[in-house]
C-alpha cells in the first residue's frame, strides 16, 4: 500500500519560501518509472497541477508558476519536497502530493496524500 504524506508549516508571510516534504512510504521514488508530482487546490478554485519530479530526478515545473517553485528529493529519507518562493495570499491552498498524474479528462492520480492547509498571510 503506497501512502503519501504532506509535512511543512500551515502559514507563510508573504514574499517568504513555502517549504513542503513529501515522505513516501509502499513504494521507493527512486522506482523506475514513478513521477512524483505536487498539486494545490486554492480556496474555491479547481486543483492546480504544479509539476513532478521523476524517479532519475528530473523535474517538470508547470510553466504558470513562473519559475518560483523548485522541487528536490532526499532519496535516504524517501522524501520530496517543494520550495515555493515570493509566496503572495493567492498561494493559499491546500497543497497535495501524489504520484503518477495525468491530466486528461480531469486531474488524477494513482495516490495521493491528504493534503496539508498552507496559509500566506502576515
Known amino acids: 500500500q503506497v501512502q503519501l504524506q504532506e509535512s511543512g508549516p500551515g502559514l507563510v508571510k508573504p514574499s517568504q519560501t513555502l517549504s513542503l516534504s513529501c515522505t513516501v512510504s509502499?513504494?521507493?521514488?527512486?522506482?523506475?518509472?514513478?513521477?512524483w508530482s505536487w498539486i494545490r487546490q486554492p480556496p474555491g478554485a479547481e486543483k492546480e497541477w504544479m509539476g513532478h519530479?521523476?524517479?532519475?530526478?528530473?523535474?517538470y515545473y508547470n510553466p504558470s508558476l513562473k519559475s518560483r517553485a523548485s522541487f528536490t528529493r532526499d532519496t535516504s529519507k524517501n522524501q520530496f519536497s517543494l520550495q515555493l518562493s515570493s509566496v503572495t495570499p493567492e498561494d493559499t491552498a491546500v497543497y497535495y502530493c501524489?504520484?503518477?498524474?495525468?491530466?486528461?479528462?480531469?486531474?488524477?492520480?494513482?495516490?495521493w496524500g491528504q493534503g496539508t492547509q498552507v496559509t500566506v498571510s502576515s
Open positions: 509502499g513504494a521507493a521514488i527512486t522506482t523506475k518509472y514513478y513521477r
Open positions: 519530479i521523476a524517479y532519475d530526478g528530473s523535474t
Open positions: 501524489a504520484r503518477d498524474c495525468s491530466n486528461v479528462g480531469g486531474l488524477m492520480c494513482d495516490y
